[in-house]
């Protein structure tokens, strides 16, 4: 096994734990907390779709969870990419922890923040790759944040 495709399998496996602590442990019972966890995962969904979407326009397929690029694919710098290189990642965090304040259980917490691990090494791993097919991506990453927009 490659370690992109590790990296893929681990991430599935914290899915998994976050999706398993919300059907077997007990929820939040705070309105609040579940209006808030519930506005958090429906923003991640709906950023998470469109970058998905931007990449099938841009690229005429879906991304791929394997952190190596296509080399056929062109690289993204429009939309959501404009601003956050990794806005697909930035969706499913937002997931991860909009489920984790939705239920309260510190097992999904614990997944979550796993999550941000694996995702950022991930994401550095992605980068490595991506500078040595496409020239113009280390001043790509000058002007956008990883997961968030960059703000200086």
């Known amino acids: 096994m490659s370690k992109a495709q590790l990296l893929v399998v681990i991430q599935f496996i914290l899915f998994a734990v976050i999706g398993a602590s919300v059907l077997l442990f007990s929820t939040a019972k705070s309105p609040t907390q579940w209006m808030v966890g519930g506005v958090v995962t429906i923003a991640g969904l709906v950023i998470g779709l469109w970058a998905i979407s931007e ?15 296509n080399p056929e694919a062109e690289l993204i710098t429009s939309g959501l990419y404009q601003r956050i290189r990794h806005p697909i990642y ?14 309260g259980h510190v097992v999904t917490l614990t997944a979550s923040v796993l999550l941000v691990g694996l995702l950022t090494y991930k994401s550095m791993y992605e980068e490595e790759l991506l500078r040595a097919q496409y020239p113009q991506y280390p001043t790509y990453m000058k002007s956008t944040g990883r997961f968030l927009p960059k703000l200086f």
């Open 90 to 103: 930035t969706g499913v965090l937002m997931v991860a922890f909009g489920m984790t304040i939705w239920h």
């Open 55 to 69: 990449h099938g326009r841009v690229n005429r397929g879906g991304p791929k969870a394997v952190p190596t690029p």
